[in-house]
């Protein structure tokens, strides 16, 4: 996405993209904001001083809420930007303090929907870490979640939902007339990867891709083939018949693929939340003799704390962990060697601007130019 391509150029007077932060996310839209509004005032001789509309969500002593847009945004584009894992966000409630979870940034967002009253042009929900989107499916009568939010969502007059690496994105079946977009953020862990390590050799004989279970085999399938390296893979064995919060517990790790013994290992999935799997499975590669083992998560949510991590990388069991900042991310983690992470907001500006100008969006969802010229940067030869 080059100035050539467009992608982001502004033509023809278009509307500026307005964004709504809500709690939680303002340090991510601060940073889009910025991105935008230079790209703008480049364009369009245009002196905006910042695309971020005034808004809130004030809570009564009881916990009750409500939602307020503090300016006009009448006729605008709005692209409202939630962030349902940041759990560092606290509100009172009959004198004790409470974190917001996921369904108290979910209600905020249908409160600030609310709040524009219909009066925008229209409305694009970026939620990068879907609400819900972890119950995905039925396997027995249980509810729904993500197929309900998407749902609600729509009656309420969304136009589209930008998500990012859906747990499973044919939850959005549920609003086959509504629009949904799906991006992934391969593209910004590999550049994250290469500037801290621009020393690694992608070819068969240094490198292997390893899913660390048959439900993230389709994103390091993509690795796999994208740096043309072998694929392994680790098999979950579960006792269903036991609930342990809210998971059946993992019984046994299996490895299934080519020998690991020497080779650098890099390891994709969604979630890292305790991150007892990832840990074992690491534990698994390097009695198999594996090299360096580079661990990529698009939501570094650290669930029980980074204390196993630490353990981890300085008992040389993980070499890195690149993580994403579309959802909140421990302070702490900023202070350790072993955390990378990947900036996501200079991407999202992209889409924005893009939706805004009613552009196809079909290079940002399929990055591999962008990733093939990030090779060539570091004189990298696939294969």
Not at 146 to 165: C, K, P, S, W, Y
Request: hydrophobic share 40%; charged share 25%.
């Amino acid at each position: 996405m080059d100035a050539k391509g467009q992608i982001f150029t502004f033509e023809n007077d278009h509307n500026p993209p307005f964004i709504v932060a809500l709690r939680g996310a303002e340090e991510l839209g601060k940073k889009i904001d910025n991105y935008l509004v230079n790209w703008y005032n480049r364009d369009m001789g245009t002196d905006y001083k910042s695309f971020l509309v005034s808004n809130a969500c004030p809570r009564f002593n009881s916990g009750d809420a409500k939602g307020l847009i503090n300016e006009s945004v009448r006729g605008k584009d709005l692209y409202i930007i939630v962030d349902v894992g940041n759990y560092s966000c606290t509100y009172k409630m009959f004198g004790e303090l409470n974190r917001m979870s996921p369904d108290d940034h979910y209600a905020d967002l249908k409160r600030i929907i609310a709040a524009i009253g219909g009066k925008a042009k229209s409305l694009t929900v970026i939620m990068p870490c879907l609400y819900g989107g972890r119950q995905h499916k039925r396997s027995m009568r249980e509810s729904l979640d993500a197929a309900t939010m998407l749902q609600e969502l729509e009656a309420m007059g969304v136009r589209g939902i930008i998500t990012f690496d859906a747990h499973d994105p044919r939850v959005q079946n549920a609003v086959p007339l509504m629009g949904f977009d799906n991006f992934m953020p391969n593209y910004q862990i590999l550049k994250a990867l290469l500037n801290k390590h621009p020393d690694l050799k992608f070819d068969k004989d240094h490198f292997m891709i390893v899913s660390p279970d048959e439900g993230a085999m389709q994103r390091n399938i993509y690795y796999s083939s994208l740096l043309k390296v072998d694929l392994g893979m680790f098999y979950k064995r579960r006792d269903y018949s036991t609930v342990i919060d809210g998971r059946n517990p993992i019984v046994a790790h299996e490895y299934i693929g080519n020998p690991v013994m020497g080779m650098d290992i890099f390891v994709a999935d969604d979630i890292i939340a305790t991150g007892d799997s990832v840990l074992r499975l690491a534990e698994d590669l390097k009695q198999a003799g594996a090299g360096r083992i580079f661990l990529s998560t698009t939501y570094a949510l650290f669930t029980e704390g980074i204390d196993a991590f630490n353990k981890a990388y300085k008992e040389g069991l993980i070499e890195n962990v690149i993580g994403t900042n579309l959802t909140y991310l421990r302070p702490e983690l900023a202070d350790e060697p072993w955390f990378i992470e990947a900036d996501m907001s200079k991407y999202i500006a992209y889409i924005i601007s893009a939706f805004n100008q009613n552009k196809s969006v079909s290079s940002l969802l399929e990055p591999h130019d962008k990733i093939t010229e990030l090779f060539a940067k570091y004189k990298i030869t696939l294969g």
